[in-house]
């Protein structure tokens, strides 16, 4: 983030972000959430090595399917309705990207149902690293563009899927038997995923309508260069959800197993303490990036993104419920409910795309629109599902509420005072040093109410001495 928007431009950068968030949307739809029952089910019983290969042949058809379909758009239609202001050359490009992608998550589903969590976390960082030297080279010993951006990210992403394939490979958790293709297995296994996923169909299709009428209309409308502001903020922001992301497949497979077994307690117990804890972690940073946009941007990028200030104010907020989504969705999937699912993301689509029009289309706020936009349908939403997860799990809603509504003022304040008096010619030396200021008042808080981060006393005193513990004075 801190390299690629300044080399590439907001145009060449906001037809790359049109194309991730089309693509992605689109293998969204046809998914269907059957990723997430994939994940369930293996997650309940590992021993069940059929539903990897069946997965893995399902995932091929998804990738035929994706390519075939847009090839026969651009023989027989007008494919540049569907990519304004976009070469079409780039078009086959986001395929392979998107579905790499998609194909990669899919990856450390599996190693996150096998345990091997820890392990593929290594491998991802080191991956990382090698990655950044990559881009590094692209960007500063290559003609930089748009081309170049996708060859570095199908590199990339395939090196990553090879590794991890071997590790499993390594693990005995692909092996050449467990990948053959029975067709009468597969036939049971494709009807307990319909059964399962059938009442996503609807719900996959209007989050596929009214996610590409957004990302359309922005593009139609404002051009790719609020298309690039959008995305910058949409990525700056979601670096805050890295680490409750990290957290959300391990409680998942935790729901599922504890489904598996009609544990409801112990599913409550995880639902009442890591909600809270992995909600306040996310608004720690969130809060933070939002009150520091201008100097985020100043790092980050050049003086051609100055005008994705506000967006990014707007946008720093939808991690913090994000968090929520992803853990409050869990329970719906590890116990089946799947059409009450449904039935409320219908409901928040349909919000959201009132807002889009009215925020986009008739006020004209272009990329600051959007982002009003996601926070707004995504706070209902969340907030929805949350009440019939309480019910479910026999808690309290009054404490969850309340929880969501102190700890943003909380850091919101926090965040407000180490912000005011801060300010040095350096935009770096401002963030890090109101960074300073503000994590001391946040640990501050928390050693006086550590009910904010969902914690106890005697585990903050656990944490102090274990701390001193590595400190060499």
Same mark, same amino acid.
């Given at each position: 983030m801190a390299i690629v928007p300044k080399a590439m431009g907001p145009i060449a950068y906001g037809q790359f972000v049109y194309l991730q968030q089309f693509f992605t949307k689109i293998i969204g739809f046809l998914d269907a959430g059957s990723s997430i029952a994939f994940f369930t089910k293996l997650s309940a019983k590992p021993e069940r090595k059929e539903l990897i290969s069946f997965y893995f042949y399902y995932s091929l058809f998804v990738g035929l399917i994706l390519t075939v379909f847009f090839y026969a758009v651009d023989q027989f239609g007008d494919i540049q309705a569907w990519f304004p202001d976009i070469d079409k050359g780039f078009i086959y490009w986001g395929i392979g990207f998107g579905f790499l992608t998609w194909f990669t998550q899919l990856c450390i589903k599996v190693s996150d149902a096998y345990a091997l969590t820890v392990t593929v976390e290594l491998i991802k960082i080191l991956h990382k690293v090698l990655s950044l030297c990559l881009l590094i080279y692209f960007i500063y010993f290559l003609h930089f563009d748009l081309m170049k951006y996708f060859y570095f990210h199908i590199i990339t992403l395939s090196i990553f899927i090879v590794w991890v394939m071997y590790l499993f490979i390594s693990n005995s958790i692909i092996t050449v038997q467990s990948m053959s293709f029975e067709f009468s297995k597969f036939k049971s296994i494709f009807s307990e995923f319909v059964s399962y996923c059938s009442p996503l169909l609807i719900y996959s299709l209007a989050g596929l309508s009214v996610g590409l009428f957004d990302i359309w209309l922005l593009q139609s409308i404002s051009g790719s260069v609020e298309t690039g502001f959008y995305g910058l903020a949409y990525s700056l922001a979601t670096m805050c959800f890295i680490f409750t992301g990290a957290m959300t497949p391990i409680i998942t497979r935790e729901f599922s197993k504890s489904f598996e077994k009609n544990d409801l307690l112990t599913m409550g117990e995880l639902f009442n303490r890591y909600i809270p804890m992995l909600y306040s972690l996310a608004a720690y940073f969130a809060i933070f990036i939002a009150f520091q946009s201008d100097n985020v941007l100043a790092i980050f990028t050049d003086a051609e993104f100055k005008d994705a200030y506000l967006v990014l104010v707007v946008m720093a907020f939808y991690p913090i419920h994000q968090t929520y989504g992803q853990l409050? *969705?869990?329970?719906?999937?590890?116990? *089946?409910?799947?059409?009450?699912?449904?039935?409320? *993301?219908?409901?928040?689509?349909? @919000? !959201?795309?009132?807002?889009?029009?009215? @925020?986009?289309?008739? @006020?004209?706020?272009?990329?600051? !629109?959007?982002?009003? /936009?996601?926070?707004?349908?995504?706070?209902? *939403?969340?907030?929805?599902?949350?009440?019939?997860?309480? /019910?479910? @799990? /026999?808690?309290?809603?009054?404490?969850f509420l309340w929880h969501q509504i102190y700890a943003v003022v909380f850091f919101t304040i926090a965040a407000g005072l180490s912000s005011m008096f801060v300010e040095f010619s350096s935009p770096l030396v401002s963030f890090i040093v109101s960074g300073f200021i503000y994590t001391s008042l946040v640990i501050i808080g928390l050693l006086i109410y550590p009910k904010l981060f969902s914690v106890t006393e005697k585990e903050i005193q656990y944490g102090i001495v274990k701390t001193k513990g590595f400190l060499p004075f």
């Open positions: 409050s *969705g869990s329970i719906f999937y590890a116990t *089946g409910q799947t059409a009450l699912y449904r039935n409320i *993301g219908l409901i928040s689509m349909l @919000l !959201g795309f009132l807002l889009t029009l009215f @925020l986009v289309y008739i @006020l004209e706020l272009n990329a600051l !629109g959007l982002a009003f /936009k996601m926070i707004i349908s995504q706070i209902i *939403g969340v907030n929805i599902q949350l009440y019939f997860n309480v /019910k479910f @799990l /026999k808690l309290s809603m009054y404490r």
